[in-house]
């Protein structure tokens, strides 16, 4: 698997967070010259369910996290280097047992 990002140049930073479940999942908004945009950000110990309108990709920075995909009984887990793709249209319920799980969310075509 490619190795991720350490830095983005030449972007947008929204400084105001998007802020999820009382605080334990918090992101900012990068966009880039050519109109994506992309999400960095942290989640803390938990069990959490997103709805997504458009397709995303999650690649994990740092920590770990499992992953249970709308309408499927099978977790599946990720650490720090790898990724899980979401329809668009869809959901997940990503859990972290202890630590932070770093990520950033693709938004994708």
């Known amino acids: 698997m490619a190795s991720l990002p350490t830095e983005f140049s ?7 967070a998007n802020v999820y479940f009382d605080g ?8 880039f010259a050519d109109k994506t945009k992309k999400t960095l950000g942290l989640i803390r110990p938990g069990s959490y369910y997103f709805g997504t309108g458009a397709a995303e990709r ?3 920075v740092a920590g ?3 992953v249970t995909q709308k309408d499927s009984q099978e977790s599946k887990a990720y650490g720090a280097g790898t990724y899980f793709d979401v ?3 869809s959901g997940f ?3 972290v047992k202890s630590g932070l799980c770093e990520y950033i969310c ?3 075509p």
Do not use: D
């Open 10 to 16: 030449g972007v947008t930073v929204h400084t105001k």
């Open 24 to 31: 334990n999942v918090v992101s900012h908004t990068v966009l």
């Open 58 to 60: 999650m690649e994990i």
């Open 64 to 66: 770990e996290c499992t």
């Open 87 to 89: 329809p668009a249209n």
């Open 93 to 95: 319920t990503i859990a």
């Open 106 to 108: 693709s938004f994708l």
